[in-house]
């Protein structure tokens, strides 16, 4: 097997005395999504908020192509190739769905607020702010005003936020939320079509979604990896059944909600 993009070991994060991460070791390999799963306040934002470099973790490390990034700005990592998607989408309401992506190529360029003006006329930022938006289905929205756009059109236009950067890493917190079935299986569709440009960390409550996309699932419990393993194994897994359900009870993708 190549090496893992991703590397944690020993990860910990306590606010105060409760420990939201707790020694955890994840490896997401080149072209995975490996999806990390668990109850609610399992420590799964906490994490990536670590990954992305947005808090700092107490003890253990984070390597991005084998090389440690722990105390490198949360800037520096997505120039290394990482960017996440939040669980709380965060857009500009009165641009267009196509200036939101934009502005957020420009940013990732280096650029600040101060020059957005000048953004609207070039072509060239446009050029690839629409193609991140043919990526993620959006293509036909680019002039729709995000205030007016529905909720599931949001969650696109967040995940092509989040490829403004051109991430070899993409780090995604519920991109499901909120989702109807129909959204839901085009989301999917989506995110499968991206594994060719990015690897993911996928975080995510719909089951059905985690079975259909992870190559591999971590499982996390109070902080805790209590199993990874693929798809099948974590099906199967007595520890996983008894942490989400009554022990003995049959795991089925439909029954694994959180
Ligand atoms: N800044 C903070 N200060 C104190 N406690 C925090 C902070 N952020 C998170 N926590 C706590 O850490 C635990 C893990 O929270 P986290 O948001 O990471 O869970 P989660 O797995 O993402 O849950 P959900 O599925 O509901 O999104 C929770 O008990 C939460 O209350
Ligand atoms: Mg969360």
Redesign the pocket.
Known sequence: MSEPILSVRGLVKS?GG?V?TDHVDVDVYPGEIHALI?P???????LIAQLCGELSHDAGTIALDGKTIDGVSVADRVHLGLARSF?ITCLLPTYTVLENVALAVQIRQGHSFRFWKPVRSDTALLARAHAHLARVGLADRADALVANIAHGERKQLELAVALASEPRLLLLDEPMAGLGPVESAEMIEILAGLKSHASMLLVE?DMDAVFALADRISV?VYGRVIASGTPEEIRASEEVKAAYLGEGDELGAEDLV?
């Open positions: 606010f409760l939201a668990g609610n306040g399992a420590g799964k934002t906490t669980q409550h996390l959180c």
